[in-house]
């Protein structure tokens, strides 16, 4: 399968501990997207990045979350200091020019701060 | 983007196709119309997407209207596995990255 996939799937955490998550996109794309989906919800953006550059964030990406891509490949979003209103599923998305940068989704990190 | 209005929830018997309506009436001339579906906890699957023309895929038909404020996605013989929470999104194309604004979407569910 050489869609995108995210590590872990699943996360319990306890409030105030730090996570990360990574992302894998779809070989060769070079844009790679983070977005967070809480229940009953559709997802929210919270940051892009263009090959290694992030270049757009979401307001809803406060001081405590910071993404990476450094290698212009793989990704990772690390929340600090976790807080129980940060449980939400977590979605990566990747995209290549050659599409109409169309979005193909991963299964997503369903986080749980406890 | 344009902001897009979806009906809550339809139900569809299986077998039968599912025609999913889509309202985005400030559609510019730029923005495509995108269509995905999210099966229970699972990540938002691509389905089709479209500028004005209608498309049709191995998955759904996408009709658009010549005015471009709404669009409807066909399911032809919808299975229970097309049970889903279907999103439409408006969405600028300039040949740039841009964001997916997701709805609340439809709740499309099929029964026997």
């Known amino acids: 399968d050489t869609g995108v996939s995210q590590d872990p799937r699943h996360k319990i955490t306890k409030r105030g501990q730090n996570v990360t998550f990574r992302c894998d996109p779809i070989s060769e794309h070079n844009r790679l997207y983070w977005y967070r989906q809480t229940l009953g919800q559709g997802p929210e953006f919270l940051t892009y990045?263009?090959?290694?550059?992030?270049?757009?964030k979401s307001r809803l990406l406060s001081d405590r979350f910071s993404a990476e891509r450094p290698k212009g490949s793989f990704s990772t979003l690390e929340i600090q200091r976790t807080e129980q209103g940060d449980s939400a599923m977590y979605l990566c998305?990747?995209?290549?020019?050659?599409?109409?940068?169309?979005?193909?989704f991963g299964p997503g990190t369903r986080l749980l701060v406890l | 983007d344009a902001k897009t209005t979806q009906p809550p929830s339809m139900d569809c018997a299986e077998g039968r196709a599912a025609n999913l309506p889509c309202n985005h009436s400030?559609?510019?001339?730029?923005?495509?119309v995108y269509w995905y579906r999210q099966i229970h906890s699972q990540g938002p699957q691509y389905i089709i997407h479209g500028l004005k023309n209608n498309e049709t895929n191995e998955m759904a038909s996408l009709i658009i209207t010549e005015d471009r404020k709404s669009s409807t996605l066909i399911l032809p013989h919808a299975t229970l596995r097309d049970t889903a929470v279907y999103y439409c999104i408006v969405r600028a194309y300039t040949g740039t990255a841009s964001k997916l604004t997701f709805g609340t979407g439809t709740r499309l569910q099929v029964t026997l």
């Open positions: 400030t559609i510019s001339g730029n923005e495509y």
């Open positions: 990045f263009q090959n290694e550059a992030q270049l757009e």
């Open positions: 998305a990747s995209s290549s020019w050659g599409d109409q940068e169309t979005q193909y």
